[in-house]
């Protein structure tokens, strides 16, 4: 058997995602032997996520823990993004379209603006920075909204970056630290050394891991890190599934927002996201179809349609993209990271809406950092494989 000549490896990054990456840059940089394997790098959730850092208008009522652990990243992202861009040869943080001009969440109808108020109460009591506005406060913060729009909440901290272009960047920074980009399909073996070492091979230790190629090399490393995004129950069996979503990307000369604006229409969410290049990011519809990529007419209405009724000028827009991807999904909708015993891999993986939120927390806790927040993404709390 052909083993890939990569000396050895302290870490070998399954996938290739926001997540992965990030993990294997900062693993490098601190100094680790790494190499990444995915068949198509940045072309999976990461290049459908519209890029939204908001821990506090995403709030739910039941995920307090998910919004200890996106307040924290978000606080790692300034310094985040300006040492990627720098790695990169990007010059600064602005070339990965990089914001932080806060979120306005509004409500259409009377049921939405009860509902927001419901959620404007919640966030008071866990102390969150909200201002709750008027429907005209939100129309002189954002000219373009409807006159239909109710009211709203602004969370000023909230931030959004474009995770194309975050990809792109970490891809060149791993290339100029000379970390290996193995473009093929990985499958995990069994803990230990790759069956083909040749033989006097000195033995590695026991919390070792090797991962088979598509093309039959074998890799293995002092640690295997599993990030590869909805694939990670398929390949090592723990609880994570594919959730869909369809995302939109419309094209305008000029930006139409100047900030990120999330919107209940009859119940439904919808978001649009500006870019500083006038593209205006549309999304995102939800659904439990397994691995199921197909971009339908029915999402693509729902989605036009709710954000119409928001922002009626997104119906004069070009539309320039319209992807799915596949979420990887938890039952409790908090990431697994950490150490798997089941599976004999480390995991990076399961962080649903948030990967490119949790990605600077994510490669932190890998390195042994924020041991507190890492005890809430222990894939020990799991210890029945059925509850996928």
């Keep these: 058997m052909d083993i890939t000549p ?22 490098a940089r601190a100094g680790r032997r790494v190499a990444v394997a995915d068949p198509a790098p940045a072309s999976g959730a990461s290049h459908a996520a519209a890029g939204m850092l908001a821990p506090v208008s995403e709030v739910g009522y039941t995920e307090e823990p998910l919004l200890r652990l996106g307040a924290a990243s978000l606080e790692r992202w300034p310094a985040f993004a300006a040492e990627l861009a720098d790695d990169a040869g990007l010059g600064s943080a602005n070339a990965l379209d990089y914001r932080a ?3 306005l969440d509004v409500a259409f109808g009377a049921d939405d603006l009860a509902a927001l108020d419901e959620l404007a109460a919640f966030m008071d009591k ?12 939100c129309r002189r913060l954002e000219p373009m909204l409807a006159p239909s729009v109710r009211g709203g909440l602004h969370a000023p901290d909230d931030a959004w970056v474009d995770p194309r272009r975050v990809t792109a960047a970490l891809l060149a920074a791993l290339r100029h630290l000379e970390v290996p980009i193995l473009t093929s399909r990985a499958s995990l073996l069994p803990s230990g050394l790759p069956s083909g070492l040749p033989s006097g091979t ?12 598509a093309d039959g090399r074998e890799v293995g490393a002092g640690r295997i890190v599993l990030a590869a995004g909805a694939w990670s129950g398929e390949l090592a069996g723990v609880p994570v599934r594919p959730v869909k979503g369809q995302i939109m990307r419309l094209r305008s000369p000029q930006p139409l927002l100047g900030r990120c604006v999330r919107g209940m229409v009859h119940g439904l969410p919808v978001y649009l996201v500006p870019r500083g ?8 519809t939800q659904e439990e179809l397994g691995f199921d990529t197909r971009v339908t007419a029915g999402g693509v209405y729902e989605l036009l349609r709710d954000a119409r009724e928001l922002v009626p000028g997104v119906t004069e827009l070009e539309v320039a993209d319209v992807v799915a991807g596949l979420r990887p999904g938890t039952p409790d909708n908090l990431p697994l990271i950490g150490p798997d015993a089941t599976s004999g891999v480390t995991l990076a993986t399961g962080h649903h809406r948030g990967g490119v939120l949790l990605a600077p927390l994510t490669a932190a806790i890998l390195l042994g950092e924020e041991p507190e927040l890492g005890a809430l993404c222990s894939p020990r709390r799991f210890t029945n494989r059925d509850e996928r």
């Design 6 to 27: 990569l000396g050895d490896l302290d870490d070998l990054v399954v996938g290739g995602g926001v997540v992965g990456l990030s993990a294997a840059w900062r693993l």
């Design 101 to 103: 001009d806060g979120t």
């Design 126 to 137: 866990l102390g969150l920075p909200v201002e709750r506005l008027t429907g005209r406060e």
């Design 202 to 213: 000195a033995v590695r230790p026991a919390s070792s891991g090797a991962v088979r190629l």
């Design 277 to 284: 290049d006038g593209e205006l990011v549309v999304g995102a």
